[in-house]
T-cell receptor, first 113, second 115 residues
């Protein structure tokens, strides 16, 4: 079956612009996660959605970052007023409820000039 | 503070030999541990996991060992094959009751299998 998909695969933007990154989780997975991987670093947890519950936003680095999940499926991560330090690969993952195993998409490489 | 540490950024192993990747953690609330493998330009793929109630889990060539008292786990790959060359991430999770929390990852170890 189809895995987690993300779009765009690459995004280059200018400092100060807003960007939107999209994630389509595996059908039937109720949990959705966003991570980012900066150069030379591990994956950093950003935000977690479980079904229709309020998201866990504890990993968001600043109030310029926000995410929503419509209809319990597709999710959009929005970064406002991008900064150069936002440059990273943004990864989305999904999992079945109560499962620790997360399935990752290929990521979106964001470059802020 | 880094709650999951992989202290070896890279590891080179000869084909056919055993690869041992190490991981240490500091948060005693972690109750589940996973290893992910990542190729360039791809997302991480799940490899093997272990619950904190076990000390060993084996799947084919891959075995994960957990030492809770030392807060240490290791991934053994034997025999190592060229296709095993990738970055390996150790990850840990704590179940919060509403579902598994976001995973906490180490920085990864780049495994290079030499022919």
């Amino acid at each position: 079956g189809a895995g987690v998909s993300q779009s765009p695969s690459n995004k280059v933007t200018e400092k100060g612009k807003d960007v939107e990154l999209r994630c389509d989780p595996i059908s039937g997975h109720t949990a959705l996660y966003w991570y980012r991987q900066s150069l030379g670093q591990g994956l950093e947890f950003l935000i977690y959605f479980q079904g229709n519950s309020a998201p866990d936003k504890s990993g968001l680095p600043s109030d310029r970052f926000s995410a929503e999940r419509t209809g319990g499926s597709v999710s959009t991560l929005t970064i406002q007023r991008t900064q150069q330090e936002d440059s990273a690969v943004y990864l989305c993952a999904s999992s079945q409820r109560d499962s620790y195993q997360q399935y990752f998409g290929p990521g979106t490489r964001l470059t802020v000039l | 503070d880094q709650q999951v540490k992989q202290n070896s950024p890279s590891l080179s192993v000869q084909e056919g030999r055993i690869s041992i990747l190490n991981c240490d953690y500091t948060n005693s609330m972690f109750d589940y541990f996973l290893w992910y493998k990542k190729y360039p330009a791809e997302g991480p793929t799940f490899l093997i996991s272990i619950s904190s109630i076990k000390d060993k889990n084996e799947d084919g060539r891959f075995t994960v060992f957990l030492n809770k008292s030392a807060k240490h786990l290791s991934l053994h790959i034997v025999p190592s094959q060229p296709g095993d060359s990738a970055v390996y991430f150790c990850a840990a999770s704590a179940y919060s009751g509403g579902g598994a929390d976001g995973l906490t990852f180490g920085k990864g170890t780049h495994l290079i299998i030499q022919p």
